[in-house]
């Protein structure tokens, strides 16, 4: 379930000819090292970003954003800048902070480029926020925040953050909440009902995703009618309509990434968050659906 162990087990379990479904390693790189036998069940790190860079070009039209990333998370930035312009947009400028006084002069310097929008990659909500301000007092009207992973940040801090100056502005979210899971009634259910005194009261995404991993291993095996590693291995790459407790998996792609990627925008909306794109397939990443 950890990206950097996946990473290190899976050139294991290639050589063996073991197929692995990973159920929480979302590290963009997993995917990427041309093993056949890696698949995952979670959305990558860079879903949301290339959502949101998408959804800006091709559904806003805006021609121009500028970027500003905390240390640490430029990879989430370069997902995007790589997304929007090979849409055709214009990057006007990119900025990496480490410090929350670092944003005015930071905005300051982006304010003459009257950039569309300013993309902000960073896990922390309230410095999210606190930066929405300060680019709305310079006269930025939108802010697309990235949120990295939703178990982490959480949207209304944006808010109490920012203020009124939130409205208008974009986040971007990656995972699944159990509210929008269609089998987590029955799923949490029977989690309750086997006692694991040890973890919650209630099951959460992270378990929800990894018994889906583990039932859809189960389907292959099954399908494959086979005890060989490589016969579940083909099953699974050819996952199709499979209907998890998080929700209907399509399938995989060509490099074992899930379709759909689970990820979706949100926008500030009279004060509140309104869903406004989840999870379209139109993302790179997911094109060339089965191997």
Same mark, same amino acid.
């Given at each position: 379930s950890c990206s950097g162990a996946s990473l290190a087990a899976q050139g294991i379990y290639s050589e063996?000819?073991?197929?692995? @479904?990973?159920?929480?390693?979302?590290?963009?790189?997993?995917?990427?090292?041309?093993?056949?036998?890696?698949?995952?069940?979670?959305? *990558?790190?860079?879903?949301?970003? @290339?959502?949101?860079?998408?959804?800006? *070009?091709?559904?806003? *039209?805006?021609?121009?954003?500028?970027?500003?990333?905390?240390?640490?998370?430029?990879w989430?930035?370069?997902?995007?800048?790589?997304?929007?312009?090979?849409?055709?947009?214009? @990057?006007t400028s990119r900025h990496t902070v480490a410090s929350t006084d670092s944003y005015t002069a930071t905005l300051t310097a982006i304010q003459p480029e009257d950039p569309d929008a300013v993309f902000y990659a960073e896990i922390d909500a309230g410095n999210a926020g606190f930066l929405s301000s300060i680019a709305h007092n310079l006269g930025m009207s939108v802010i697309g925040w990235d949120t990295i992973w939703l178990d982490f940040a959480d949207p209304e801090d944006y808010v109490a953050a920012a203020g009124a100056a939130a409205e208008g502005d974009y986040a971007g979210l990656n995972g699944r909440r159990t509210d929008d899971m269609p089998g987590y009634s029955d799923f949490n259910a029977a989690y309750q009902a086997a006692g694991f005194s040890n973890y919650g009261d209630e099951a959460d995404m992270c378990g929800a995703f990894a018994y889906d991993a583990a039932k859809i291993i189960i389907a292959a095996i099954e399908i494959a009618d086979s005890a060989d590693p490589m016969d579940i291995r083909d099953s699974s790459a050819v996952t199709?309509?499979?209907?998890?407790?998080?929700?209907?998996?399509?399938?995989?792609?060509? *490099?074992?990434?899930?379709?759909p990627q689970w990820s979706w925008l949100e926008r500030i909306q009279n004060g509140q968050w309104v869903e406004v794109q989840r999870y379209r397939v139109f993302l790179p990443l997911v094109l060339n659906k089965f191997p």
């Open positions: 063996a000819g073991v197929p692995m @479904i990973s159920p929480l390693s979302t590290a963009v790189s997993l995917t990427e090292q041309g093993y056949t036998t890696t698949f995952r069940v979670v959305p *990558r790190d860079d879903a949301q970003a @290339i959502l949101m860079a998408t959804y800006f *070009r091709q559904w806003l *039209r805006m021609d121009a954003v500028a970027l500003v990333d905390w240390v640490g998370y430029e989430s930035t370069d997902a995007f800048a790589d997304t929007f312009t090979g849409l055709g947009g214009t @990057i199709a309509q499979y209907p998890g407790v998080v929700g209907t998996y399509t399938g995989f792609d060509a *490099r074992g990434d899930v379709i």
